[in-house]
């Protein structure tokens, strides 16, 4: 009786190999995906905040040059990030007009789930852009 139950258990010794090398893979992908969607969604909150920083200096009437080096600035790990403004708070604008800066960055998975996507026909190979856009109503 133990011999049988011997043989068993050796004949599925390379069943659990092949169905690791199986799960392994999606195991990965799965874990990689993770990691990068972490990154991409800590790029994103840290990228609003940096607009948000900007379109506050606009308002309350900062330099332009001093609006994209704070906002620069505010994007700690993020390097290098764009700034546009695209409306500006003249003297004596009041609330009624708004200021709005725009922040752009071209994000790059550092895993190779980019890579593996590409394979199965997905377009996360290259960086990926990203913005945010913080508006404030002036206090000019």
Not at 9 to 20: I, L, N, Q
Not at 43 to 60: D, H, N
């Amino acid at each position: 009786m133990r011999r049988g139950r011997w043989r068993r258990v050796a004949s599925d010794r390379g069943a659990a190999a092949v169905e690791f090398a199986l799960v392994l893979p999606l195991l990965l992908l799965l874990v990689f995906g993770i990691i990068d969607f972490g990154r991409a969604l800590n790029t994103q909150i840290t990228l609003t905040e940096a607009a948000r920083e900007g379109a506050r200096l606009e308002s309350v009437g900062q330099p332009a040059g001093t609006v994209i080096t704070e906002t620069q600035a505010a994007a700690t790990g993020l390097n290098p990030v764009t700034v546009t403004i695209t409306s500006n708070c003249p003297d004596g604008a009041g609330p009624t007009a708004n200021a709005v800066v725009r922040a752009n960055y071209n994000f790059s998975f550092i895993t190779p789930v980019g890579a593996i996507a590409a394979l199965f026909g997905g377009n996360l190979g290259g960086p990926i852009a990203m913005s945010a856009t913080g508006v404030m109503p002036c206090e000019t």
